[in-house]
């Protein structure tokens, strides 16, 4: 659990650290994961070492949310103010995007005939 | 009567108070998502936040106090975040296997999501500052904070409005693909994590494990596009 841990925080320092001396506009924990991801595939076996906490922290993501989710409280008066439009381009956007992204996944496999399910 | 009220006073300004809140809504809303079979609306951020909110709302409790404690959840995003290398890894194989559906997915996703926000928000007649602050809302919390202080947005706001986004996704996602009849478990993981960032993901995982890896993917990936995307977007379109 532990040495799990200091992996985890310790590939996102690293990609933190990368990210902003190098001014680079990739996001430190994404940096963090590309590391992780290098380093599982040089040693596979860390993948097994890891498992039991990662499943843990990936199950329960939802929690991660929770507190900046609450925020809705600091922001009510722009919320009540315009929440219509607010909800409907929220709403309508998602759906687009995730009819978009379906769509071309879907298509573009059957174009190069990669891996049907 | 004054004790109870200064014990009162003490606990609501305590990190732990709200650290401990924080954790058992979640553990109410979970567990009753399950006991339910995890129903589409049974969102357990969106029924975390209405056990929380009308507690600090009674209590008189500021978002600042509140985020004292929470913040140590809050915090878990980032390794949240590098531990999907582990589905990606699990899932290797058939991710090198539909590399091209990938990539062209995702960058039709990204400049949808952030695309269609803007567009959408400026034919309904949204401020400015509204406008910049939706932009990044499909992309994890972490990234679009930083995507809307540079752009020039709310990122307090832009924090809500991702939140409100990944519960739409979340929701709406398992009606939506079972009304297109879509049942390729990747296609559906991608476009959740795509639009829907991790509470997508959340739900890509609750549904199926090789939807969830898919949705990590596209999380994951589209972080990192849409911090290249969107100020492009809004140059030309702002």
């Not at chain 1, 939802?62 to 381009?89: K, Q, T, Y």
């Not at chain 1, 687009?96 to 496999?109: E, Q, S, Y």
């Not at chain 2, 609501?12 to 589409?40: E, I, V």
């Not at chain 2, 582990?86 to 990204?110: H, V």
Request: aromatic share 8%; glycine share 8%; hydrophobic share 55%.
């Amino acid at each position: 659990m532990l040495p799990s841990l200091g992996t985890l925080l310790g590939c996102q320092l690293i990609g933190e650290v990368a990210a902003r001396s190098l001014g680079l506009p990739i996001p430190g924990p994404v940096l963090g994961l590309a590391l992780l991801l290098t380093l599982i595939a040089l040693r596979p076996t860390l993948a097994d070492r890891l498992r039991p906490t990662t499943s843990v922290v990936l199950a329960h993501l939802s929690l991660l949310f929770v507190p900046a989710g609450v925020g809705v409280i600091g922001n009510l008066d722009v919320l009540s103010r315009d929440w219509a439009p607010l909800l409907a381009v929220l709403v309508l956007s998602t759906w687009l995007a995730m009819m978009a992204t379906v769509g071309t996944f879907l298509l573009v496999r059957r174009w190069t005939g990669a891996d049907p399910a | 009567m004054t004790e109870v009220a200064e014990l009162w006073s003490y606990l609501s300004a305590s990190p732990l108070t709200w650290l401990t809140a924080t954790l058992l809504a979640y553990l109410l809303a979970d567990g009753g998502a399950r006991k339910l079979g995890n129903p589409p609306w049974a969102n357990p951020v969106l029924f975390s936040v209405l056990l929380i909110a009308p507690v600090l709302w009674v209590s008189n409790t500021d978002y600042a106090t509140y985020f004292e404690g929470a913040q140590f959840i809050h915090f878990l995003l980032g390794p949240a975040t590098v531990a999907l290398a582990l589905p990606l890894w699990d899932n290797r194989d058939t991710i090198r296997r539909s590399l091209a559906p990938i990539a062209l997915a995702l960058f039709a996703g990204s400049v949808v999501a952030a695309g269609s926000a803007i567009l959408l928000a400026q034919a309904f007649g949204l401020p400015e500052d509204i406008l910049l602050s939706l932009a990044p809302k499909s992309t994890t919390a972490p990234v679009a904070l930083g995507i809307s202080e540079a752009i020039g947005g709310i990122p307090t706001l832009t924090a809500v409005l991702v939140i409100l986004t990944g519960i739409i996704g979340a929701m709406t996602v398992t009606p939506m693909m079972n009304l297109m009849r879509i049942s390729d478990w990747r296609a559906r993981g991608f476009s959740v994590g795509v639009a829907a960032h991790g509470i997508g993901t959340a739900r890509a995982f609750q549904v199926n494990p090789v939807a969830g890896a898919y949705a990590g993917i596209a999380m994951a990936l589209n972080a990192l596009l849409t911090s290249l995307i969107v100020p492009i977007l809004v140059r030309w379109w702002v």
